[in-house]
């Protein structure tokens, strides 16, 4: 954990990388230039675009995959405890050493970057020498300049539920830019997946894509259906039932029935998603904490869980989770300062019977536990503020039978499974 939070540190110390969110595709195109162009060695190019479920479905389509004996290279972001996880090589991560030797690289060629592009160069450095069957990039924000796009002739691209988690990144703060940058760019050699949207935003996918010449696969070409307290995957050729063990709500059920039609199209006979679909588990996302140090401090009667929901959309979705259970449940919230605080708690209103906030450590960017506090009394929320998240467990934790839920970052579920 210390040589993670030690690299994390150099980076955002490093005289030629800014920490700052800063796009553009000139930079990072000079560097792999400079490298021998290394992102034309990565076979099978997918793209995973879009505001929530990304990491989902990255996920189950690397799990399936995988499951059909072959091999993939996955760039992650952002990573919840180690800086090792953004660069997925194969069946295991990147090692400390890789990563600094190949930090050493990239300052070699003396050219300013932003740390996302740093961390995204480390991966195509080290992707381009495993020869993976697939490389699936995970995109930071947006798409058009994000500097994960940098392949010319990417296998798939596919795009995951877009909302208005991104707005601080643009100028008119408009739903339709978030839209337009995401899909508005994508490639027309390819073939664009584009998972479940809200009717007003699959409108105006449709538009964007209109003109563009790549096979394009909507969400009304398969869909999820709930039988008898069980979800199924439904297409005009297969069926299947997806028994997870540890996927919880709609939306993320959402997100591997993407995968699950992405994978069909890759040719992996069902029975091998099926058979691989108990394993999935998406850490920090409806992650119940079974066991560790933290669930020890509870009572017999507590149990509780973490999910990295930060946009409305995902509040939503917990929010339809949550009151479906009967248990009393009692929130702690922290968030970053680019988020929409205010319209995130609002759909949650009537779940909790308290909120107690807190501030997210070792975040810079984190929003106050006071200010927080604030934008939850207007709401009306029964809630008060904490320092840290021991505390924060000391106001709510009793006898009583309950559900803890820690929301509103995938940061702060990063420090908590840390603790664990």
Sequence with gaps: ???????????????????????GLKRIKLALSLLGNPERKLKNVISIIGESGKFTTLFSLKTFIEANNQTVTAHISPSLRNIRERFNMGNKYLSYKKIKETIKKIENLNIPLTVFECLTLIYIINASKINADYNIQETGALWRLDSNNINDFPRLQICT????????????????EVIKEDVGFLNNFTSIYVGKQSPYVLKKIRGHLKNNTSKIVYPNTWK????????????????IKLNT????????????????????????????????LPSLFFEGRFHFLNKGKIKNK?????????????????????????????TPKYGIWAMTKNKEPDLFIKQLKGVFKKIVTMPIENEYNSISASKLLKIAA?????????????????????????????FGSLYNCGNILNQN
């Design 298 to 326: 509870l009572f017999k009667n507590e149990i509780i869980m973490i999910d990295g929901a930060h946009a409305v959309a995902d509040a939503k979705n917990l929010a339809v989770y949550l009151k479906d259970i009967k």
């Design 245 to 276: 063990k540890h996927v919880y709500s709609r939306g993320m059920f959402e997100n591997v029935c993407l995968a699950i039609k992405v994978a069909l199209d890759l040719n992996i006979e069902k029975k091998v998603i099926q058979k691989s």
């Design 161 to 176: 539920n877009i909302n208005k988690q991104h707005l601080n990144f643009l100028k008119k703060k408009t739903l339709d």
């Design 1 to 23: 954990m210390l040589q993670s939070i030690n690299l994390y540190n150099q980076l955002a110390n490093h005289k030629l990388f800014n920490k700052s969110v800063k796009f």
């Design 224 to 239: 999820l259906i709930k039988k008898n307290n069980f979800y199924y995957y439904i297409d005009k050729r297969n069926k």
């Design 378 to 406: 207007r709401n009306k929320f029964n809630s008060e503020k904490s320092k840290n998240f021991s505390e924060a467990l000391k106001k709510i934790s009793s006898d009583e039978k309950k559900l803890i839920v820690c």
